[in-house]
């Protein structure tokens, strides 16, 4: 039954961990191009939130399968990541949802006022939660980095996460000085990084997983 329960964690962690890795680098590349005014404003912020709406869930399911991989030793970790993980995912999925399904068709069709409670803007209600979320975020990624820190063979998931992690005083900072959110910008990079290499982890032990299961089955 362990075994089982292995190899799916092993092929769930890997293909969540590539859909939030590849929701991230989706999602930085609109920024990019809404940063340089290249989609007109407001239709960018639906290329920006869409994204990052599928990476919330995706991100926390790759978090619990990193929880049922580590060593029992340190999953005390784990567990922490695992808990803020759904305090970031119940966060911005609430910024987003409400955003791409309420506010942005009304401000698409002039039908909102720009001091409307829920319009996503400068140190707006809604911002102040997004900016919770993703310090949860990292908060999860940095306890997720303590798990690793003595294994030598992940050392650039351990780097990863770890990176990520340090960023969150910086995205408190940011919502109270912009100048912070250029800092911020890193996690385009330190995101992205520690998911591949998270599904690399999954993706390593997998095969011999599966391996395992089969000659478990045949006896």
């Not at 994204?51 to 991989?69: E, Q, R």
């Not at 942005?104 to 209600?125: G, H, M, S, Y």
């Not at 990176?163 to 912070?180: R, T």
Request: proline fraction near 4%; glycine fraction near 4%.
């Amino acid at each position: 039954m362990n075994l089982v329960i292995v190899t799916k964690s092993n092929s769930i962690g890997w293909w969540s961990a590539i859909f939030a890795g590849g929701f991230g680098i989706v999602y930085s590349v609109f920024q990019i191009l809404s940063t340089l005014k290249l989609i007109p404003h407001p239709r960018d912020m639906f290329w920006l939130f869409t994204p990052s709406l599928l990476l919330a869930p995706a991100f926390l399911v790759a978090m619990i399968c990193l929880h049922y991989y580590a060593n029992n030793k340190v999953k005390l970790y784990t567990a922490v990541a695992v808990a803020f993980a759904i305090l970031y995912c119940a966060d911005v999925s609430l910024v987003y949802f409400t955003q791409l399904f309420v506010i942005l068709p009304a401000q698409l069709n002039n039908q909102i006022a720009e001091k409307q409670v829920l319009l996503f803007d400068r140190k707006t209600f809604l911002e102040a939660i997004d900016c919770l979320g993703y310090f949860f975020m990292s908060l999860s990624t940095l306890f997720a980095a303590f798990s690793f820190a003595n294994d030598e063979k992940n050392q650039w998931m351990y780097r990863g996460l770890l990176f990520n992690g340090l960023l969150l005083p910086v995205l408190i900072l940011a919502f109270f000085y912009p100048a912070f959110y250029y800092v911020g910008a890193l996690w385009m990079i330190t995101f992205p990084l520690a998911m591949i290499n998270v599904a690399r982890l999954f993706h390593g032990d997998a095969l011999p997983s599966v391996k395992m299961k089969f000659k478990y089955e045949n006896q």
